[in-house]
C-alpha cells in the first residue's frame, strides 16, 4: 500500500524544490548588507579622487622626473591627458594587489564565514543542497567581485572627466585611441583583469570550504597570490614562468594599441581559466564529503 509521500519521497516536503532554495537574490542581499562590502567598495571608490589630489599635490606626473635620456611614454606620463588615460592608470597602480583583495575577500569569506557564525549547519538543515548552497554563494562572490573590478574605473572616468576632460587615450607607446574607441579598450581590459582574477578566486573559495576562519581562507589567497608574483619575477625560471597567472596579469595592456594584440591575453585567460576551474572542482569535491558540524 503506498501513498503520495511515498512517491515523493521520505525527504521531500510538498512544494519544496531544491532548485528554488537560497536564491541568488536572498544571498545577494545577505552580502550586499554586510560591513565589508561596504568598505571595500568606498575604498575602490576613493582611489581615484586620492590620485587626481596626488597629481595635483605633485604636479603633472612624468613631468619632473624622468629626464634621463628615453623618451619612452607609460600610464604614469599620461594619466592627466583624459579621463580614459587616468581611468587607465587607476587599473594600472590597483591591478598587481588592490584588486586581488575584493576577489579574495568575497570568495575567501562566503563560506568560511557562515562556518564561524556556526550557521552552515542550518543552512545545509533547511534542506539546501549542498552543490546548490555553493553555486549560489560562487555565483554571488563572482559578481560582487566583477561589481569591484568595475566600480573603479567607472569612478575613475567620472572623476576623470571633471577634472581632466573628456577625450582620446592617448597611447604609452604614441599616438592615441579614437574617443569613441576608449570605452570598449577599457572594458576589455576590465575583463580580462576578471578572468585573471578567476584563478586567485578559485583558491579563495576552496580554501574557504577549507577553513571555519574566513580571515585564513582570504589571506592564504592573498598570500599565495604574492607568492606567484615573487616567482614570476624569478627570471631564472624561463619559460616555466609562463604557467604563472601572475606572468600575464599586465596582458592587457595589449589591448592599449593601435592595434589590438590578442596573444597575450588568450594565453594569460586559458592558464587562469584552467587553474580555477581546477579549484573550484576541489571546492564542490571536498565539500559534498565534508562533515559540516559548525
Given at each position: 500500500m503506498?501513498?503520495a509521500?511515498?512517491?515523493?519521497?521520505?525527504?521531500?516536503?510538498?512544494?519544496?524544490?531544491?532548485?528554488?532554495?537560497?536564491?541568488?537574490?536572498?544571498?545577494?542581499?545577505?552580502?550586499?548588507?554586510?560591513?565589508?562590502?561596504?568598505?571595500m567598495?568606498?575604498?575602490?571608490?576613493?582611489?581615484?579622487?586620492?590620485?587626481?589630489?596626488?597629481?595635483?599635490?605633485?604636479?603633472?606626473?612624468?613631468?619632473?622626473?624622468?629626464?634621463?635620456?628615453g623618451?619612452r611614454?607609460?600610464?604614469?606620463?599620461?594619466?592627466?591627458e583624459?579621463?580614459a588615460?587616468?581611468?587607465?592608470?587607476?587599473?594600472?597602480?590597483?591591478?598587481?594587489?588592490?584588486?586581488?583583495?575584493?576577489?579574495?575577500?568575497?570568495?575567501?569569506?562566503?563560506?568560511?564565514?557562515?562556518?564561524?557564525?556556526?550557521?552552515?549547519?542550518?543552512?545545509?538543515?533547511?534542506?539546501?543542497?549542498?552543490?546548490?548552497?555553493?553555486?549560489?554563494?560562487?555565483?554571488?562572490?563572482?559578481?560582487?567581485?566583477?561589481?569591484?573590478?568595475?566600480?573603479?574605473?567607472?569612478?575613475?572616468?567620472?572623476a576623470?572627466?571633471?577634472a581632466?576632460?573628456?577625450?582620446?587615450?592617448?597611447?604609452?607607446?604614441?599616438?592615441?585611441?579614437?574617443?569613441?574607441?576608449?570605452?570598449?579598450?577599457l572594458?576589455?581590459?576590465?575583463?580580462?583583469?576578471?578572468?585573471?582574477?578567476?584563478?586567485?578566486?578559485?583558491?579563495?573559495?576552496?580554501?574557504s570550504?577549507?577553513t571555519?576562519?574566513?580571515?585564513?581562507?582570504?589571506?592564504?589567497?592573498?598570500?599565495?597570490?604574492?607568492?606567484?608574483?615573487?616567482?614570476?619575477?624569478?627570471?631564472?625560471?624561463?619559460?616555466?614562468?609562463?604557467?604563472?597567472?601572475?606572468h600575464?596579469?599586465?596582458?592587457?595592456?595589449?589591448?592599449?594599441?593601435?592595434?589590438?594584440?590578442?596573444?597575450?591575453?588568450?594565453?594569460?585567460?586559458?592558464?587562469?581559466?584552467?587553474?580555477?576551474?581546477?579549484?573550484?572542482?576541489?571546492?564542490?569535491?571536498?565539500?559534498?564529503?565534508?562533515?559540516?558540524?559548525s
Open positions: 503506498s501513498s509521500t511515498d512517491v515523493r519521497g521520505p525527504a521531500e516536503a510538498p512544494g519544496y524544490h531544491a532548485r528554488r532554495t537560497l536564491p541568488l537574490r536572498v544571498e545577494a542581499m545577505r552580502q550586499l548588507r554586510r560591513r565589508r562590502t561596504l568598505l567598495g568606498g575604498v575602490l571608490a576613493a582611489l581615484p579622487f586620492i590620485l587626481i589630489i596626488a597629481f595635483a599635490i605633485g604636479g603633472t606626473p612624468g613631468g619632473e622626473e624622468g629626464g634621463g635620456g623618451s611614454i607609460n600610464l604614469m606620463d599620461v594619466a592627466t583624459s579621463a588615460n587616468f581611468a587607465a592608470t587607476c587599473l594600472f597602480v590597483s591591478a598587481g594587489f588592490l584588486l586581488v583583495v575584493p576577489v579574495a575577500l568575497f570568495c575567501g569569506d562566503t563560506v568560511a564565514s557562515e562556518a564561524g557564525w556556526s550557521s552552515l549547519r542550518y543552512l545545509l538543515a533547511a534542506p539546501v543542497p549542498r552543490a546548490r548552497l555553493l553555486w549560489s554563494k560562487l555565483v554571488v562572490a563572482l559578481g560582487f567581485s566583477l561589481a569591484a573590478m568595475v566600480l573603479l574605473p567607472v569612478v575613475a572616468l567620472a576623470g572627466t571633471a581632466y576632460g573628456w577625450g582620446p587615450l592617448k597611447l604609452p607607446t604614441g599616438g592615441a585611441l579614437a574617443t569613441g574607441d576608449t570605452v570598449p579598450r572594458a576589455l581590459v576590465v575583463a580580462f583583469i576578471f578572468v585573471s582574477q578567476l584563478v586567485t578566486a578559485g583558491l579563495a573559495f576552496w580554501l570550504t577549507r571555519d576562519a574566513p580571515l585564513g581562507a582570504v589571506g592564504g589567497a592573498v598570500g599565495l597570490t604574492i607568492v606567484g608574483n615573487v616567482l614570476d619575477a624569478v627570471t631564472a625560471l624561463g619559460s616555466w614562468r609562463e604557467f604563472l597567472p601572475a600575464w596579469q599586465f596582458a592587457w595592456a595589449d589591448a592599449l594599441q593601435p592595434e589590438l594584440e590578442w596573444g597575450g591575453m588568450v594565453k594569460g585567460a586559458a592558464v587562469s581559466v584552467t587553474y580555477a576551474l581546477i579549484l573550484f572542482a576541489f571546492a564542490f569535491r571536498g565539500f559534498s564529503r565534508k562533515d559540516i558540524v
